[in-house]
């Protein structure tokens, strides 16, 4: 039986058993995990086989490259690969054979390609996120809906959650009223006994304010983007990390939120001028000259004291042969204080003009005078106005669409597995035949529990290799986060022959009732994480199931999941054993990883193998013992 077959249209293959040699490497020791793909040279037989497979080796297509299609088989996994004919040579086809599992096909992809956008409002074609709009949506009721649809609810229920999240300085320590933000209650997805707060404009011609209450924000569940990453190919995710009650519960933090800027100005009055009946009086029309017209007059009070614009855009008609002389006129106690006159010509009048009102004028009537010497009223759709000249101020509206892009880091998906394994320490696991990636913990389901496989065989002793470290350095990304240090001597401190294990991540502080964010921690190095707490609020805790997010401490990070897998790495033996496996002893030892050799228990590192002419397998074990 051939540790590796390769078939071309439905065909077996004969090649040279020398070069399909396999290496297979434990991800639980490495920094970077390797999925199983691999390009190299074989030489392919030349018999019935391989004409009927791949056809006549010719002198006609000797110079053209040839490319096939093939299943390549190792052990009870199947792959697909593409087998490049390259050259005849005595007895052979020189080939490159390449192959590799399908989860290849993703790992160079974007996390965040894979998680499809929402819309609160469940539009067909949503619209793209913006931070910046004209009109508000008004979707704000649908995300308290949305709210509370999600509160309580863990991954994978929910793909992600709202939590509130305590920011209490996140636009300054010092706003004033006029500041935007005023009006911020310190947390973001706040929530009231109404559920969660929205922002809202209170206006009026006396009154405008706006009340930028809340920030909304999701936060992703920490297994939510390898779930649909999988799912793109058909893979399931598995193992005690996915079921674990803890991890249900992690989420990624992000800083970014889903609010959209909206500049608003106080809306104002509009004047009405078709209520008020045509008086003839006289109108101060072109470079001031007094005469006869028809006017309309409408009476207005400023509320306060300020700059004012009246603003006008209307259409003059044309009444037969006629003359047409038009305008307008702002007269403040009695005084005409703005004008603006007309052509002699019909067509569009529009225009501002400014006026003030003095401390102590505040209420006093204010006459607008619309004249029109034929008495045409403009075009229906024409608009008058007027309004405080007080500057925009900034709106934050709730946009309906989430872009999570937006809030997920910018890796791939091998990135967030090497990431998430130095972590947590995990153990990675593919099955192309069972179409699962396992995400389990080294130390419970490997390096203590787990099965064995007991060689009884003499094995050669290749190599002794040197302990790979005499310590080791737990960190977050960042310097400021606690770190922790573990060596087998006494008193040791960190040194040259130190490994220090970073992690991607960052420490999130706790405070009162949930999280508390800073800029401090936002300007921390790594991305953070959180212990998401359905019942409360629903808010971040400090612990769950008396685990924290700290690397140091009880329940911490070190102490829970890299604490004894290190020590192990610490005081164990490093050897290369070399020696002949059959089939079936090969595919235990590769599938456990886990052998007993003269009673002592070993984790497998590495294999290398390959088959010889006995139909056995010349096998290279890289091992490390377990002292404990």
Same mark, same amino acid.
């Given at each position: 039986?051939?540790?590796?077959?390769?078939?071309?249209?439905?065909?077996?293959?004969?090649?040279?058993?020398?070069?399909?040699?396999?290496?297979?490497?434990?991800?639980?020791?490495?920094?970077?995990?390797?999925?199983?793909?691999?390009?190299?040279?074989?030489?392919?037989?030349?018999?019935?086989?391989?004409?009927?497979?791949?056809?006549?080796?010719?002198?006609?297509?000797?110079?053209?490259?040839?490319?096939?299609?093939?299943?390549?088989?190792?052990?009870?996994?199947?792959?697909?690969?593409?087998?490049?004919?390259?050259? %005849?040579?005595?007895?052979?086809?020189?080939?490159?054979?390449?192959?590799?599992?399908?989860?290849?096909?993703?790992?160079?992809?974007?996390?965040?390609?894979?998680?499809?956008?929402?819309?609160?409002?469940?539009?067909?074609?949503?619209?793209?996120?913006?931070?910046?709009?004209?009109?508000?949506?008004?979707?704000?009721?649908?995300?308290?809906?949305?709210?509370? @649809?999600?509160?309580? %609810?863990?991954?994978?229920?929910?793909?992600?959650?709202?939590?509130?999240?305590?920011?209490?300085?996140?636009?300054?320590?010092?706003?004033?009223?006029?500041?935007?933000?005023?009006?911020?209650?310190?947390?973001?997805?706040?929530?009231?006994?109404?559920?969660?707060?929205?922002?809202?404009?209170?206006?009026?011609?006396?009154?405008?304010?706006?009340?930028?209450?809340?920030?909304?924000?999701?936060?992703?569940?920490?297994?939510?983007?390898?779930?649909?990453?999988?799912?793109?190919?058909?893979?399931?995710?598995?193992?005690?990390?996915?079921?674990?009650?803890? @991890?249900?519960?992690?989420?990624?933090?992000?800083?970014?939120?889903?609010?959209?800027?909206?500049?608003?100005?106080?809306?104002?009055?509009?004047?009405?001028?078709?209520?008020?009946?045509?008086?003839?009086?006289?109108?101060?029309?072109?470079?001031?000259?007094?005469?006869?017209?028809?006017?309309?007059?409408?009476?207005?009070?400023?509320?306060?004291?300020?700059?004012?614009?009246?603003?006008?855009?209307?259409?003059?008609?044309?009444?037969?042969?006629?003359?047409?002389?038009?305008?307008?006129?702002?007269?403040?106690?009695?005084?005409?204080?703005?004008?603006?006159?007309?052509?002699?010509?019909?067509?569009?009048?529009?225009?501002?003009?400014?006026?003030?009102?003095?401390?102590?004028?505040?209420?006093?009537?204010?006459?607008?005078?619309?004249?029109?010497?034929?008495?045409?009223?403009?075009?229906?759709?024409?608009?008058?106005?007027?309004?405080?000249?007080?500057?925009?101020?900034?709106?934050?509206?709730?946009?309906?669409?989430?872009?999570?892009?937006?809030?997920?880091?910018?890796?791939?998906?091998?990135?967030?597995?090497?990431?998430?394994?130095?972590?947590?320490?995990?153990?990675?696991? @593919?099955?192309?035949?069972?179409?699962?990636?396992?995400?389990?913990?080294?130390?419970?389901?490997?390096?203590?529990?787990?099965?064995?496989?007991?060689?009884?065989?003499?094995?050669?002793?290749?190599?002794?290799?040197?302990?790979?470290?005499?310590?080791?350095?737990?960190?977050?990304?960042?310097?400021?986060?606690?770190?922790?240090?573990?060596?087998?001597?006494?008193?040791?401190?960190?040194?040259?022959?130190?490994?220090?294990?970073?992690?991607?991540?960052?420490?999130?502080?706790?405070?009162?009732?949930?999280?508390?964010?800073?800029?401090?921690?936002?300007?921390?190095?790594?991305?953070?994480?959180?212990?998401?707490?359905?019942?409360?609020?629903?808010?971040?805790?400090?612990?769950?199931?008396?685990?924290?997010?700290?690397?140091?401490?009880?329940?911490?990070?070190?102490?829970?999941?890299?604490?004894?897998?290190?020590?192990?790495?610490?005081?164990?033996?490093?050897?290369?054993?070399?020696?002949?496996?059959?089939?079936?002893?090969?595919?235990?030892?590769? %599938?456990?990883?886990?052998?007993?050799?003269?009673?002592?228990?070993?984790?497998?590192?590495?294999?290398?193998?390959?088959?010889?002419?006995?139909?056995?397998?010349?096998?290279?074990?890289?091992?490390?013992?377990?002292?404990?």
């Amino acid at each position: 039986m051939r540790s590796l077959k390769i078939i071309v249209n439905n065909i077996e293959l004969d090649h040279v058993r020398e070069d399909a040699q396999i290496h297979n490497e434990n991800s639980s020791f490495s920094d970077a995990i390797k999925v199983q793909h691999t390009t190299r040279p074989i030489r392919i037989v030349e018999n019935t086989a391989a004409i009927t497979a791949l056809g006549e080796f010719s002198i006609a297509t000797a110079k053209k490259t040839k490319y096939f299609p093939c299943q390549i088989v190792i052990g009870a996994t199947r792959y697909t690969g593409i087998l490049t004919q390259l050259d %005849k040579i005595s007895g052979f086809r020189k080939c490159d054979l390449k192959f590799g599992s399908a989860i290849n096909n993703i790992m160079d992809k974007k996390i965040s390609s894979f998680f499809p956008a929402y819309s609160v409002i469940n539009a067909e074609f949503p619209v793209a996120y913006n931070e910046e709009a004209v009109d508000e949506f008004g979707n704000q009721p649908d995300w308290v809906a949305q709210a509370d @649809f999600l509160a309580g %609810k863990i991954f994978p229920e929910v793909m992600w959650q709202l939590p509130r999240m305590g920011y209490r300085y996140k636009f300054g320590s010092d706003l004033k009223p006029e500041d935007a933000h005023f009006g911020f209650r310190r947390y973001i997805n706040g929530r009231g006994l109404d559920g969660l707060d929205v922002n809202s404009i209170i206006s009026n011609a006396s009154y405008f304010a706006m009340h930028n209450n809340n920030v909304l924000s999701p936060q992703v569940f920490f297994l939510a983007p390898l779930f649909y990453a999988f799912q793109s190919i058909g893979y399931k995710l598995q193992g005690n990390v996915v079921v674990s009650a803890f @991890f249900k519960r992690l989420l990624l933090l992000s800083f970014n939120d889903n609010m959209v800027k909206i500049s608003r100005k106080p809306p104002g009055v509009q004047l009405d001028i078709s209520v008020t009946t045509w008086v003839r009086k006289t109108v101060y029309g072109f470079s001031n000259y007094p005469y006869q017209s028809y006017v309309k007059e409408v009476i207005f009070n400023p509320p306060n004291a300020g700059d004012y614009i009246l603003r006008y855009d209307m259409n003059i008609l044309f009444a037969g042969n006629n003359p047409l002389a038009y305008g307008i006129e702002i007269f403040q106690g009695g005084q005409l204080t703005a004008a603006q006159a007309g052509s002699m010509f019909p067509g569009r009048f529009e225009g501002k003009l400014y006026f003030t009102v003095e401390e102590g004028q505040e209420n006093a009537p204010i006459t607008f005078v619309y004249y029109n010497f034929n008495k045409i009223m403009p075009e229906a759709g024409y608009e008058i106005g007027w309004l405080e000249d007080l500057p925009e101020q900034d709106f934050y509206d709730m946009h309906p669409t989430v872009d999570f892009s937006r809030y997920i880091p910018d890796w791939t998906v091998i990135d967030f597995l090497n990431k998430i394994q130095k972590q947590f320490n995990l153990k990675i696991d @593919f099955d192309d035949i069972e179409k699962t990636i396992s995400l389990n913990f080294n130390v419970e389901d490997y390096l203590i529990g787990g099965k064995s496989v007991a060689i009884h065989k003499s094995l050669e002793i290749a190599e002794i290799k040197n302990v790979e470290s005499e310590s080791y350095v737990l960190k977050y990304e960042n310097d400021i986060d606690k770190t922790s240090f573990i060596s087998l001597k006494e008193g040791a401190v960190k040194e040259e022959n130190t490994t220090e294990i970073e992690t991607a991540f960052k420490f999130i502080p706790y405070g009162r009732l949930t999280c508390e964010l800073s800029k401090e921690t936002e300007d921390k190095a790594g991305v953070g994480l959180m212990i998401y707490d359905p019942i409360n609020q629903p808010d971040i805790s400090e612990h769950y199931n008396s685990k924290t997010l700290s690397i140091p401490g009880a329940g911490g990070i070190f102490e829970t999941y890299h604490k004894r897998w290190l020590l192990f790495r610490l005081s164990s033996g490093n050897v290369v054993l070399k020696g002949p496996f059959s089939k079936t002893e090969l595919h235990q030892v590769s %599938k456990l990883m886990k052998v007993i050799i003269d009673n002592q228990k070993w984790l497998v590192k590495a294999i290398d193998y390959k088959e010889n002419s006995n139909a056995l397998f010349e096998t290279e074990l890289e091992l490390e013992s377990i002292t404990f």
